[in-house]
């Protein structure tokens, strides 16, 4: 669709469903007409509407604590992921037909789902960015007058997010990958409709001018490095890209190793940071490292984690991330990740991070477009599989030595784009 004028905001619509999809509005949030709008829970939404969302969200938090529970939580999970199963990639062909995963959704649209949000929206027509699927087809299905954008929010994605009839769509989308724009065409959606952005990531991490991130990995790099191994290999791509050859003298003498472990927004996997706990207890007592354990909102993952730090007597050597607020916990956690030296997360939304020169661990993905997201950041090498959590205290001195996380790292730095919100805004904008 042609812009005939040009705007300074926009409508941000993302969902409170975990953290993702929030997390890719967050940096966004200054041009939000009115502030982020959480297609779920905004003011004055139909119960109706309201219904179909939590009965969504239950059972989407339900299956994923079930996974790693038994074998029968196991298989009920991936009986529900099968419906949001993402195909390979190659041999290329076109993937056209509506799966039945987006049969539903346009089953409760065509049910009125979405229509009193589109139609409160539709009275100031001011473009509509989203990063959720469902929300643009709402827009598109009931009529929205303005643009619509949807910003996709994994390297990979499944055939939902494409409309069911992709070649009369007028949906602009933002795709987060070459991967992810690769596979709207073959989900039928016209080349001129797709726009390869990358992922917005949040100024307070990346700077003006990509200030933060180089900083970041300046004092990073020393402390992934301590034997100075990726220096000595690579020496000549760090001075390029980095501008030193030689680590600073002020960061031989540096902090404890810090790890931030992330919870996902279902509590998925709380037990994995027991494990973790664990394995660098070791290391925490000797004071070689320091964990931060972020449990998000929950309480509950907080509790959990709270009782197995006083069983471990580690207590100042371990710190919860914890916030009421959703908002609150975006702030909290990018001033955590500025510190952070390793980030160990299951491959959610949180892979795009590795942009900022943070090595990933990769814990166990939790449905499809994890799965894909892992296969990424392997690709790109800038995420390195788990080893036995417990054991931690084993292999990841011995992954420091051998200057892979700093390998890790780099990768991450110089692979993955961190103007991802600069050409979203000038996509929309100008």
Known sequence: MAKSKKFNKFWVVAVDMGYGHQRAAIPLEEFAEGGIIDANTYPGIPASDKRVWEESEKFYNFISRQKDRNWLGSLAFGIFDMFQAIDAFYPAHWHLFPTLQLRQIYRQIKNGWGRHLIDKLSKNPLPLFTTFFGVAHMAEYWHYPGPIYCLTTDSDISRAWA?????????IYLASTERAAARLRQYGVHPQNIRLTGFPLPDILVGEADEGARAAILR???????????????????????????????????????????????????????????????????GDARLTLVAGTSKLVRDYFLDKIRQSRLVEQVHILFTESKKSYFRAFNEALAS?????????????????????????PVGAQEIQNRKWLIYLDAGFDQIAPTAAYEWLPDLLEAGTLARIAMNGYLQIPRDGKKKILREILS
């Open 340 to 364: 952070a030296d390793i980030l160990w997360t299951k491959p959610s939304e949180l892979s795009f991070y590795g942009a900022l020169g943070l090595p990933i661990i990769i814990a166990p």
């Open 163 to 171: 409309p069911m009839e992709p070649n009369k769509s007028r949906i």
């Open 220 to 286: 990073r790099l020393p402390k992934l490095d301590p034997m100075g191994t990726y220096l000595n290999k690579f020496g000549a791509l760090v001075k390029e890209n980095i501008g030193i050859s030689e680590y600073p003298e002020s960061t031989k003498v540096a902090p404890p190793l810090h790890v931030l472990f992330a919870v996902g927004g279902a509590a998925a996997q709380m037990r994995l940071g027991e494990e973790i706990l664990i394995g660098l207890a070791p290391l925490l007592a000797k």
